[in-house]
């Protein structure tokens, strides 16, 4: 189970960190990632990282501005989100899989959604 939080309203510029706390199972040899959506259009891939080395691999739109990181004692992933755009607004969802990839339907387990609004 996966369980997200952090979600919310900012301007653009601003900064939001959104956690993602992966409960009763053994993530150690998984990846975890962060997926987007907005209405009417796909699930697109943001960042990911991988456990067992902290791999990371973002999206071209975020690099540079979000940063995925975690707790490994508290089997939870960060995204840190700085210099935010109205373009990032979207329904932020985490997942977890066995695979390191950007492809969505390689991640099982999903957690609900948070929501983030940049406006300018």
């Known amino acids: 189970q996966l369980q997200a939080s952090g979600g919310g309203s900012v301007q653009a510029g601003d900064s939001l960190r959104l956690s993602c706390v992966a409960c009763?199972?053994?993530?150690?040899?998984?990846?975890m990632a962060w997926f987007r959506q907005t209405p009417g259009k796909e699930r697109n891939f943001v960042a990911a990282?991988?456990?067992?080395?902290?791999?990371?691999n973002y999206a071209a739109s975020v690099k540079g501005r979000f940063s995925i990181s975690m707790d490994y004692a508290k089997n939870t992933v960060h995204l840190q989100m700085n210099s935010l755009k109205v373009e990032d607004t979207a329904v932020y969802y985490c997942?977890?899989?066995?695979?390191?990839?950007?492809?969505?339907?390689?991640?099982?387990?999903w957690g609900q959604g948070t929501q983030v609004t940049v406006s300018s």
């Open positions: 997942a977890a899989g066995p695979a390191f990839e950007t492809d969505l339907r390689t991640y099982s387990y």
């Open positions: 009763g199972w053994n993530t150690h040899a998984s990846s």
């Open positions: 990282i991988r456990w067992r080395d902290r791999k990371t």
